[in-house]
């Protein structure tokens, strides 16, 4: 990378540089495990002109995007969060029969078919041909395409312009940036809304995800940057909000720049705890990889002294941001000999990299391990209250971010 994506500038410092793993969706079936596996540098740098950190497009969104593992409607508290999302846009937009709601990177319809409940006019765009499809098999209409300036002019020629237009958690996920922005302004009446969600680098940093760094994510934002980001297309920031989602993510309320008002204090006082985490100078960014090799440490610490006792660990989910963690740490199936998760698609799989399989969760209860290795930290509250069996054979928990922890649960 010697040019940012956003601003042009050649003035990018490293951040952390987390080696070569393979991509974090492209999980194995069986008869892939002899055959030779790509892996691609994962190094993060930020910009010191417009403060977006970011790492080399190395990867298309076309690579994986297509056929795509993660359908959102697994995850419980995510189909719940979506929910709320819609009954409140419904609320504070005043959205009704005769309005235009359009998500884009629409998965298979976890949020959208709130909206169909609402007898409110809606489509998704969505890249992916097989989540896209159970979208459409749900009754969320879906349409199978990448945004761009084109796309969006397109849809919005078809269909109408949309009073709001949603992208929750793709932001990061384009190297084309500034045109996936016009195509979000194409898209949204001049009058609209537009919503997005997204990871804030803030608490990324502060605790230490760095599991959340992968090929997908070509951006990590602050709001700082993300002001920037959303001018290039045309769009200016009103008002946002702070969520739990993810470890920590922003909710960016932006509008046309023709139709936006002062943005709200919520907006300056976000900007000035980034401004007092040093997150636009580089103090902010140089002890992060120190932090990263301790969680590496601490949890190859856990786990080789929990085999060396002959006490069995295994792990529960098999997200994007688990396979960075596998791969950065060098956890391979002798240290973890299993994780489980609740897709389907997933199932008689293996890790990219890792090379550790894939089973149904039902498989924890039938082997009673000692721990089980939490994959997707991020839904702690959730998955503590699903995994609370393994109290009935003295099983516990293990979070690995932002530092290792081990709990007891009860039934």
């Known amino acids: 990378m010697t040019r940012c994506r956003l601003c042009g500038s050649a003035a990018l410092e490293s951040v952390v540089d987390l080696g070569a793993t393979p991509p974090c969706e492209s999980f194995l079936a069986a008869d892939q495990l002899d055959l030779p596996e790509p892996a691609y540098p994962l190094h993060l740098r930020v910009c010191t002109e417009c403060w977006l950190a970011q790492i080399p497009p190395l990867i298309t969104p076309e690579e994986t995007f297509k056929e795509y593992a993660y359908f959102s409607s697994y995850s419980t508290s995510w189909v719940e969060h979506a929910r709320t999302f819609v009954t409140d846009a419904v609320r504070r937009l005043a959205l009704g029969a005769d309005s235009f ?202 786990l080789v002294e929990a085999a060396e ?16 963690l596998l791969n950065h740490c060098g956890v391979r199936p002798d240290l973890l000999p299993y994780t489980v998760d609740r897709n389907p698609y997933k199932h008689g799989r293996f890790t990219p990299g890792t090379r550790i399989p894939i089973l149904p969760p039902e498989r924890i209860a039938a082997d009673r391990p000692d721990y089980v290795l939490v994959l997707p930290w991020n839904l702690r509250d959730e998955l503590v209250e699903q995994l609370s069996f393994v109290h009935e054979w003295g099983g516990r928990l293990v979070f690995p971010i932002p530092e290792l922890s081990v709990v007891e649960v009860t039934s």
């Open 101 to 302: 709601v359009v998500e884009v990177a629409s998965n298979d319809g976890y949020l959208l078919r709130h909206v169909v409940d609402r007898g409110i006019r809606c489509l998704g765009i969505e890249p992916s041909v097989n989540v896209g499809a159970a979208a459409r098999d749900a009754g969320v209409p879906t349409v199978t395409e990448f945004l761009g300036p084109d796309t969006g002019a397109a849809v919005r020629a078809e269909h109408g312009p949309a009073d709001l237009v949603v992208a929750n958690n793709v932001y990061a996920h384009i190297p084309d940036v500034i045109g996936f922005t016009q195509g979000l302004r194409a898209l949204v009446a001049d009058d609209g809304w537009v919503s997005i969600e997204v990871q804030h680098l803030l608490t990324l940093i502060e605790e230490n995800q760095y599991d959340t760094i992968y090929h997908e994510h070509f951006q990590y934002y602050t709001v700082a940057s993300a002001i920037r980001a959303l001018a290039s297309g045309g769009l200016t920031l009103v008002d946002v909000e702070l969520l739990p989602t993810h470890g920590g993510s922003i909710r960016l309320w932006a509008r046309p720049a023709e139709a936006a008002a002062e943005p709200t204090r919520q907006v300056a006082d976000v900007l000035d705890r980034e401004k007092a985490a040093g997150l636009q100078e580089l103090s902010g960014y140089t002890e992060f990889s120190a932090r990263v090799a301790k969680v590496r440490r601490d949890l190859l610490r856990f």
């Open 309 to 324: 006792r002959g006490e069995r660990v295994v792990g529960y989910g098999a997200p994007g941001k688990g396979n960075t």
